[in-house]
């Protein structure tokens, strides 16, 4: 018995060096409880992460959807193409539209006469419209404040002293402020455009409080506002009919220019990006197709050595 164990050890048989040892069964069964584990955690963490998206965009969905309020339609804007600028026509009728009638409530703290040039009036005619407001400045050299026509840096005059003073003009609602509305809505123009030619009779069941109109596209259905534009309001200066569609679509397209005064010099920016990178990249494939012809062309041969 003693010799075959010593055969043994000296052949090897029993040494750790030669099999699995214990030590490395372990660690194979340590590995393989590692990837079943990292399987259901990133099983676990995927399900975690689609149920969270689920739930943001239900809940998204939620808040925008409500009772009455509808979802604007989609309408065809002249600035809708990927490189259209905004009607300037327009630009400058809604102009008309906010000053003859939007802007007896709302204000447009962010805008400057000096915004007009070139976009809606020439230079001479924005001085014009801005010398027809009387701002209050001040104080002289005797210390007293005094009234004074505008000027191209002033910005457009606010109908009220105060928010105070709106709210009780109001019965208590605050007319927000216009200068970036379009953005600050869902839908944008759309949105304002259905918002202002979407007012109704309130349906059954629907109870409007002493000062309140209906209209599906705000939210709750129950608006503060009254509609303001009916057929012939005003009179345009270039002679287009008043109509309130009309309206309507010109001060939506006012309100995209002031809500995004740089809209056309974006869309100019990004065709030059286009022409630019187009001639760059023309350029670096003539190149990469000149320098690498040659080792894209080049044959690969083995040549076994001669014999001796």
Not at 230 to 239: L, R, T
Not at 254 to 263: I, V
């Amino acid at each position: 018995m003693a010799a075959v164990l010593g055969r043994l050890c000296r052949s090897g048989v029993l040494t750790p060096n030669n099999g699995i040892s214990l030590h490395q069964i372990a660690n194979l069964s340590t590995g393989a409880k590692f990837g079943r584990n990292r399987k259901v955690i990133y099983t676990a963490f995927g399900v975690l992460t689609g149920g969270a998206a689920g739930l943001l965009i239900a809940l998204e969905q939620s808040v925008q959807a409500s009772g009455n309020d509808l979802k604007p339609p989609k309408n065809v804007w002249p600035h809708s193409g990927t490189f259209s600028s905004l009607d300037h026509s327009s630009v400058r009728r809604g102009y008309e539209v906010y000053k003859q009638v939007c802007a007896a409530c709302h204000s447009m703290r962010y805008i400057a006469y000096r915004n007009l040039i070139g976009v809606s009036h020439t230079e001479a005619e924005a001085k014009a419209e801005a010398e027809e407001i009387q701002v209050r400045d001040g104080p002289d050299d005797q210390g007293n404040y005094f009234m004074r026509p505008g000027k191209l840096s002033d910005y457009f005059p606010n109908p009220y002293p105060n928010e105070e003073a709106a709210r009780a003009a109001n019965n208590g609602a605050y007319p927000p402020d216009l200068s970036y509305i379009v953005s600050a809505r869902h839908g944008g123009e759309d949105y304002i455009f259905a918002l202002l030619t979407g007012y109704v009779d309130a349906p059954a069941g629907v109870v409007l409080r002493e000062g309140q109109y209906f209209n599906p596209y705000f939210v709750g259905g129950a608006i503060s506002m009254a509609q303001a534009l009916y057929n012939e309001v005003i009179e345009y200066s270039d002679g287009t009919p008043a109509t309130a569609s009309q309206l309507a679509k010109d001060v939506s397209a006012f309100l995209k220019w002031t809500a995004e005064p740089e809209h056309d010099q974006r869309k100019k920016m990004a065709l030059k990006a286009i022409m630019m990178f187009s001639l760059l990249f023309g350029v670096l494939f003539y190149i990469k197709r000149h320098k690498w012809s040659s080792l894209k062309t080049r044959k690969v041969a083995f040549k076994p050595p001669s014999p001796k």
